[in-house]
């Protein structure tokens, strides 16, 4: 099976995101769909901190220290972008403006819980930035991660382990492994990666699958 | 607390300090300052280090993070100045000062998602006496706390946060407080502004009552108290 490295799986979540949405991408893993934005579709990035019309990473010594994304990186504004402050920037978040967020997670479970800001552990300290608002506030939340952790468990789950950042509010996952959509009836495998059979995915996953009848 | 207010001279309103020092002398003990910012944009290290120097202890301090690195917060948390931080994303690569007070269990932390915090300083600002949110029903950062079904959906109820003192940074000010803010710097300041008894601010530049455009004052002064101007270059490469 060919597993999808993480540009391919930022490439794979870009292609469903149709023209003229706002999107907000979550910090780490999710910031790289930006890349990945096919040319020519006019899509506006929305940032917490304050900011709508996202554009690429500046070049090099062209970096402005008052220019910056949620994850604190150095940003440029596309013509037509605008800045505001932090409670308009999570009104249009709670608000349901945004139409999608993508979020990186620890688990998602098959009622479509998602837990991602916290292991729970006693030594841990816990940050929770702006995922839980992302969670409940936009209109479709695109999950993105690793199928399996490092120990190979799914991260796909019956109930989630780890503390929830939402209860009910994922509606499509996104894996190097396969593309899930999570509906009231169960989990629904959309596509899955080359050479990899719904059957060994079902196996690797543990938790119900059902299988569309355009999946491999 | 003491009272705040501009300094009244010759019988026209002039917020303008001669420095931060004189700007923060009258904050004391246990004092509840929010600290704007996000990541180095609209931090006011200029402010912070005064606060540091001024020496005001057990206070509680409303950011959206605990500190990066060494200076601005991290440096005022090193100073065991902080007793409680209310922030949405303490921990972060460079956060080590304030890891090792956690954990030492020398400083209260209030976890608050980041949307929350920012509407709960806005309901402060804007006299509401709460309000009621999506954010966080189901989980383990609304326990304890009301909760109420409204139409088809479930809301936890949120509390204003108000503040002794707000410090943050503009890019530009007249002499009435009226503030500009530059790109992504702006983030919680003019919530914040709002929010405190006595709002402090640390600009680029300070310009003459009238040269900047109405229509693109984003603070009125109503929610200034003080300016101060620290010179800086306009674009600061990050």
């Known amino acids: 099976m060919k597993k999808l490295d993480r540009n391919q799986m ?23 769909v930006g890349d990945h934005l096919p040319k020519g579709r006019e899509i506006i990035l929305h940032s917490e901190n304050g900011v709508l019309g996202i554009g690429p990473r500046p070049a090099p010594g062209q970096e402005d220290e008052d220019l910056m994304n949620a994850g604190k990186e150095p940003v440029t504004l596309l013509t037509g972008g605008s800045y505001f402050h932090h409670a308009d920037s999570f009104a ?19 009622a479509g819980d998602l837990a991602n800001w916290h292991t729970g552990g006693a030594d841990a300290i816990p940050a929770v930035g702006g995922a839980m608002d992302l969670a409940v506030g936009a209109k479709k939340v695109l999950v993105m991660m690793e199928h399996l952790t490092k120990k190979g468990e799914s991260k796909i789950v019956e109930r989630c382990s780890y503390p929830l950042t939402g209860a009910r509010c994922v509606n499509r996952i996104y894996t190097d492994l396969a593309v899930i959509d999570v509906k009231a009836d169960g989990l629904h495998v959309i596509e899955t990666v080359e050479g990899l059979s719904f059957e060994e995915l079902q196996r690797l996953t543990g938790v119900p699958l059902k299988r569309l009848a355009s999946a491999a | 607390m003491p009272q705040c207010s501009a300094i009244i001279r010759s019988l026209v309103i002039d917020k303008l300090f001669a420095s931060a020092e004189a700007a923060l002398a009258d904050i004391p003990n246990g004092a509840t300052v929010m600290i704007g910012g996000f990541g180095n944009a609209g931090m006011p290290a200029a402010l912070i280090d005064a606060l540091i120097a001024q020496g005001a202890r057990d206070l509680t301090i409303v950011n959206n993070n605990a500190g990066n690195g060494d200076t601005g917060l991290a440096a005022l948390l090193k100073a065991k100045r902080v007793k409680k931080i209310l922030c949405s994303f303490p921990r972060q690569a460079d956060s080590w000062h304030f890891d090792g007070l956690y954990r030492a269990g020398e400083i209260e932390l209030e976890l608050v998602p980041q949307g929350t915090l920012a509407e709960r300083i806005r309901a402060a600002g804007a006299g509401i006496g709460g309000f009621y949110t999506p954010t966080a029903f189901g989980t383990r950062l ?17 509390l204003p946060i108000h503040a002794d003192y707000a410090l943050i940074k503009a890019d530009r000010a007249d002499r009435w407080g009226n503030l500009t803010y530059r790109m992504t710097a702006r983030n919680f300041a003019p919530i914040m502004a709002s929010a405190a008894k006595c709002t402090v601010v640390q600009v680029r530049e300070t310009v003459e009552l009238g040269s900047l455009d109405p229509e693109a004052i984003v603070t009125p002064g109503i929610f200034v108290k003080r300016v101060v101007r620290i010179a800086a270059p306009l674009q600061k490469v990050a």
């Open chain 2, 142 to 158: 609304a326990e304890g706390k009301e909760s109420r079904r409204i139409g088809d959906r479930d809301y936890v109820l949120e």
């Open chain 1, 92 to 110: 249009m978040i709670r608000g349901r403006h945004l139409d999608f967020c993508v979020l990186g997670a620890f688990q998602v479970s098959v």
């Open chain 1, 10 to 32: 930022a490439a794979r979540v870009a292609r469903d995101i149709p023209d003229g949405s706002v999107v907000n991408l979550g910090i780490g893993l999710p910031t790289l």
